[in-house]
């Protein structure tokens, strides 16, 4: 079993930052990825951002290329999302999740089946 703690979210106003940290405890050996989603109000949870343990290969969805950035720090068991230049849209809950699928490829491993752990969520607000 892993454990995840999301924390970081906010209130910002357009064109601002924040960095999302998602702390992982329990069975950390046990997985091999780590992803960020979000569900905007109304929408689908869907992928943002993901990082392969190992080979710290970085994926991210095509509308926050440029802005966010994923990050590790092994030595704390923690995953960061640094997003910058934030927009409305991005508004949302996020969630990290860990799976434990080898060899997921570019296509996959932003979709929610690849994860099996889920954190409870923290808001983020993009005012405009």
């Known amino acids: 079993q892993v454990q995840l703690v999301e924390s970081g979210g906010g209130l910002v106003q357009s064109g601002g930052s924040l960095r999302l940290s998602c702390a992982a405890s329990g069975s950390t050996s046990d997985y091999f990825q780590i992803g960020w989603f979000r569900r905007a109000p109304g929408q689908a949870r869907e992928g943002v951002s993901a990082i392969s343990i190992g080979d710290e290969a970085t994926y991210y969805r095509d509308s926050v290329k440029g802005r966010f950035a994923i990050s590790r720090d092994s030595a704390k068991n923690t995953v960061y999302l640094q997003m910058d230049y934030l927009k409305p849209e991005d508004t949302g809950i996020y969630y990290c999740?860990?799976?434990?699928?080898?060899?997921?490829?570019?296509?996959?491993?932003?979709?929610?089946?690849?994860?099996?752990?889920w954190g409870q969520g923290t808001q983020v607000t993009v005012s405009s």
């Open positions: 999740a860990a799976g434990n699928r080898l060899r997921v490829g570019r296509s996959n491993i932003l979709r929610e089946p690849v994860y099996d752990f």
